[in-house]
């Protein structure tokens, strides 16, 4: 159960940005693989299995890129290198179709896959960038459909016989165009409404001053530990820093601030990583230790109480906290476990502070 501050998540969006990006791929190297595979078996010309063959190393280095280096900015360069590629390859074999071999053989095999073009831009790019980015794209093959159609060197009757043809890819690439525009609008408001959630989560379970996880984050770990404790022991350790309204009014509230977050720090380097402690409320700090039976939980206090008291803290000097433990009955609710955690405290004030006892 951790409690110091975890490792950031990454950004919801780069996290879709990558994995998407990384579906692609995959799935064009095992197209890829699968089409040279074909290529191979019906003797097709020599160069498109040498095409089928770049393209499949392509896509294979691309995906080792991509596995290899998961940070945001090697993701952003895969999709450039994917997106500038398979544009160019894209526009060439289109090119050749229309206007070099004046669709002799139609639009060609590749014209089927230029739309995948469109993808990868609205994944990786910043949404000016790819919307300008896929609107060129389509801008080239619009013009060499005009330059097609204008040409006085093709036959009448071969631009007729391709105009619907033509006419139906152009309204499938702006529908397809339209969608991802749309889609990518979508997205970022739902990235941004879980960051917002996240944020809100985060702040709602976080002690503003210490950073710490505050009182409704300790309960919930209670919550979750106390009716379901079996054989497995579980203790409780509060604590109060002794004398805090004199730090407050002799130094300033500022100087009290200061006291609770290097009580914070001080707990930090006393505990485990992995155990789970907060700021209950005030000048009081609350440890949960699962697994732990009430001889341990002295010593884990002892350990913190010792490090509290070892030298000065901020211009306060030093600084002293009573320790109130408990261990968890079973049946027992959370409600009596805190009870007894704090009348031990209480208890350890009344004879004389900065020492630990258990209730």
Do not use: C
């Not at 159960?1 to 692609?24: C, G, K, N, T, Y």
């Not at 770049?54 to 895969?78: P, S, Y």
């Not at 229309?98 to 896959?113: E, F, I, R």
């Not at 000048?283 to 009430?294: R, W």
């Amino acid at each position: 159960m951790p409690v110091r501050p975890a490792r950031p998540r990454l950004d919801p969006h780069v996290e879709f940005q990558r994995h998407a990006l990384l579906s692609i791929i995959a799935i064009a190297f095992v197209t890829s693989v699968v089409t040279l595979g074909v290529a191979l078996t019906l003797g097709w010309n020599v160069g498109d299995r040498l095409g089928l063959t770049i393209l499949t190393l392509k896509n294979a280095a691309l995906l080792a890129w991509l596995l290899w280096r998961r940070e945001q900015g090697h993701a952003v360069a895969v999709g450039i290198v994917y997106f500038v590629t398979l544009a160019a390859t894209g526009l060439w074999k289109f090119h050749d179709a229309l206007l070099v071999q004046q669709a002799a053989n139609g639009l060609g095999h590749y014209s089927y896959w230029l739309p995948l073009a469109y993808l990868v831009p609205f994944l990786v790019f910043r949404p000016a960038w790819a919307l300008g980015s896929t609107l060129t794209v389509f801008a080239a093959l619009l013009g060499m459909g005009v330059a097609f159609w204008v040409s006085p060197v093709i036959p009448e009757a071969t631009k007729t016989a391709h105009v619907a043809l033509l006419v139906q890819m152009y309204l499938t690439h702006v529908t397809f165009l339209s969608f991802l525009a749309l889609h990518d609008v979508l997205l970022r408001r739902y990235v941004r409404t879980v960051q917002q959630a996240r944020s809100e989560a985060l702040l709602a379970n976080l002690d503003a001053l210490t950073g710490l996880p505050n009182r409704r984050q300790l309960l919930t770990w209670l919550g979750e530990h106390v009716p379901v404790q079996t054989d497995a022991p579980l203790s409780v350790i509060l604590f109060d820093l002794d004398h805090f309204k004199r730090v407050n009014d002799t130094f300033g509230h500022d100087v009290g601030d200061d006291v609770l977050r290097a009580t914070a720090a001080v707990m930090g380097g006393a505990l485990r990583r992995e155990t789970p402690f907060g700021r209950w409320g005030g000048e009081e700090f609350l440890v949960v230790l699962p697994g732990a039976d009430v001889a341990h939980a002295q010593a884990v206090a002892e350990r913190v109480r010792s490090a509290l008291a070892s030298g000065p803290m901020t211009r306060a000097g030093r600084v002293t906290a009573s320790f109130g433990v408990t261990q968890a009955q079973p049946g027992e609710s959370v409600e009596g476990v805190l009870k007894r955690a704090d009348d031990a405290l209480y208890a350890a004030k009344h004879a004389g502070r900065d020492q630990v006892l258990a209730a």
